[in-house]
């Protein structure tokens, strides 16, 4: 399994939104493009602090997925919504691999 983690802080007025958005868009959105399964979580310590995760098989090429959501208008602002419509800000990205 491949997982591909954000974290980024998102502001706490914006928050029920975007996990709305979560389940609406961005779950099946990501699912189109290879991911097996996706979740978000909340830190208990930091304010605002969102994690997502996605999962992808372990032969799953992740730089193939950011390339083809990149070549995909409708992806591209999607995956610009984070930003743009939520303010997330502190984004960070790690792939990890399961051991």
């Known amino acids: 399994m491949?997982?591909?983690?954000w974290t980024m802080t998102i502001p706490a007025e914006l928050q029920q939104d975007f996990v709305e958005y979560f389940h609406s868009t961005?779950?099946?959105?990501?699912?189109?493009?290879?991911s097996v399964d996706?979740?978000?979580?909340?830190?208990?310590?930091?304010?605002g602090k969102t994690i997502e995760l996605l999962f992808f098989p372990a032969d799953y090429d992740v730089a193939d997925f950011f390339e083809r959501v990149k070549s995909n208008k409708e992806a591209l602002e999607i995956s610009k919504s984070y930003e743009t419509r939520f303010k997330a800000t502190n984004i960070k990205r790690e792939i990890l691999e399961q051991l």
Do not use: N, Y
């Open 2 to 5: 491949r997982v591909v983690q």
């Open 26 to 34: 961005l779950s099946p959105t990501w699912a189109k493009f290879g």
């Open 38 to 47: 996706h979740k978000i979580l909340r830190s208990e310590e930091e304010t």
